[in-house]
């Protein structure tokens, strides 16, 4: 099997021709005059805006019906979980006891760690862990080897022999019926990937990581809605069960991309492949506990979702794709993407000829909207760590908190329109919740090599 590269395609001249045409969308208005000026906003805030609500606000304040899982399966589908790790030390040991105490049929479930030149005591911690557990097997990768964490897990692809593979961050927790439950839901959908609820533990730490609890709440009943209304789920890194064949189908993890979940939720659409979406039960995950951490993976993010939308979009226009998940696709670029660009271009240009800005109209329902999704899905009942307790003070926080996204995302495009490509892989400290210390990194970033620049496209 060939991992998936994309690295030769042009992403500078995709971002810089999206950066212009956004430019140009924010400034335009302000050469009509008022109230004509408001007409575009006001036409794609009514165009976006009922559609959000009709695929998740809608769907959200209805009951939600509990899932409908079989009690057991006739035969139960032999299982690999597998773990990217590179120097996590405080938190590998944690993480093998809570697979190896998984509920599941003796013998079918296999735990595969790739110690990604770790220069800590993870080796030899799997060394000494490895002699408890019959089910833990250990690749070691060289420090250079490349690729971060989609050249790790393609390293341990073709020694996998279970049906689904579940691929866990060193910091996850999860219920002992995790599998058990899990299991039977992605066989009843017949998917070929399913996502868990990422739960944020400690949330309560301070104001930003209660913050992340609030959004990973809004991006899970946001997939929900989506898959719901027959648009487009996407995976999340943490917590994916992804069955195998389809994953080799499509070639594979993409070693040329900084968000190796994003990219394959493209290719596994283009293949027609289904991702379900699940909310209970979650898999656990630490927050990022400071602003220089969340800005640099609140880049990252950014990147790799504008990239697979460059990487791939002519065959998300031109290829069979139904015409539901098409305009899916379409809505939420412009929401996630397009309108942050567009609302700087909006507001620098009316600083620059003293007029009031023109896309206010569209920015306001998009808060709006996002913080009504945050209530109601806080407001669901839910398995793991609490879900903030929703008030005037914290539905403000979690709205206030998301126009980050407007600062991210016009600086990532600019610097992806202007700068070489280079693929610099992050490495993730995980320190667990008793540890009184701060993660240096994201939770859920790249594993693997640090500074490695690729081929400038």
Same mark, same amino acid.
């Given at each position: ?123 030899? !911690? ?8 019959? @089910?833990? =097997? /250990?690749?070691?990768?060289? *420090?250079? #080897?490349? +690729? $971060? ?58 104001? !930003? ?8 709440? @809004?991006? =899970? /009943?946001?997939?929900?809605? *989506?898959? #719901?209304? +027959? $648009? ?58 400071? !602003? ?166």
């Amino acid at each position: 099997m060939t991992a998936a590269k994309t690295a030769s395609r042009p992403r500078r001249g995709k971002a810089a021709l999206f950066v212009l045409l956004c430019g140009c969308a924010g400034a335009a208005p302000h050469w009509v005059e008022p109230p004509r000026n408001l007409l575009p906003a006001i036409s794609l805030t009514l165009l976006l805006g009922a559609y959000v609500i009709r695929t998740v606000l809608f769907r959200l304040w209805k009951p939600q019906p509990p899932v409908a899982l079989p009690e057991a399966l006739d035969h139960w589908p032999d299982v690999d979980v597998v773990v990217a790790a590179r120097d996590e030390e405080a938190v590998i040991g944690r993480l093998v006891e809570r697979v190896a105490q998984l509920s599941y049929p003796e013998g079918q479930l296999r735990l595969w760690v790739v110690d990604d030149g770790s220069e800590d005591r993870t080796a030899a !911690l799997l060394e000494e862990i490895g002699s408890r557990h019959s @089910l833990l =097997t /250990v690749l070691r990768r060289p *420090r250079d #080897a490349g +690729g $971060g964490k989609s050249g790790a897990l393609n390293a341990v692809l073709p020694q996998l022999r279970g049906r689904w593979m579940l691929v866990l961050d060193a910091d996850a927790g999860m219920p002992r019926d995790l599998l058990q439950r899990l299991i039977p839901y992605a066989e009843a959908g017949s998917w070929a990937a399913v996502q868990l609820r990422k739960a944020v533990v400690e949330a309560d730490r301070n104001l !930003l990581t209660q913050a992340q609890a609030m959004e990973m709440a @809004l991006d =899970t /009943v946001i997939q929900q809605g *989506r898959l #719901a209304s +027959g $648009g487009v789920p996407e995976l999340r890194g943490n917590g994916q069960l992804l069955r195998r064949d389809a994953l080799e189908a499509c070639g594979g993890f993409n070693e040329a991309t900084v968000t190796d979940d994003l990219d394959l939720s493209f290719r596994l659409l283009l293949g027609d492949c289904g991702i379900g979406v699940l909310w209970d039960p979650p898999v656990e995950e630490e927050a990022v506990r400071t !602003l220089p951490a969340l800005w640099r993976q609140r880049q990252r993010w950014a990147e790799g979702g504008l990239q697979r939308f460059f990487d791939y979009w002519p065959s998300l226009v031109a290829g069979p794709l139904a015409p539901s998940r098409k305009l899916d696709l379409a809505a939420f670029f412009l929401l996630q993407y397009a309108l942050p660009v567009v609302s700087i271009a909006d507001l620098l240009t009316a600083l620059a000829t003293r007029t009031l800005p023109s896309i206010w109209p569209l920015s306001i329902v998009a808060f709006g909207l996002s913080g009504a999704a945050i209530v109601a899905g806080c407001r669901r009942s839910s398995e793991g760590p609490p879900l903030p307790n929703i008030n005037p003070f914290t539905a403000a926080l979690g709205i206030a908190y998301l126009a980050h996204w407007f600062v991210v995302i016009p600086w990532v495009a600019l610097r992806m329109a202007l700068l070489p490509k280079r693929l610099v892989w992050a490495k993730t400290l995980h320190v667990g919740e008793a540890s009184g210390e701060e993660s240096h990194e994201d939770t859920d970033d790249l594993t693997g090599e640090a500074d490695l620049t690729t081929q400038v496209s």
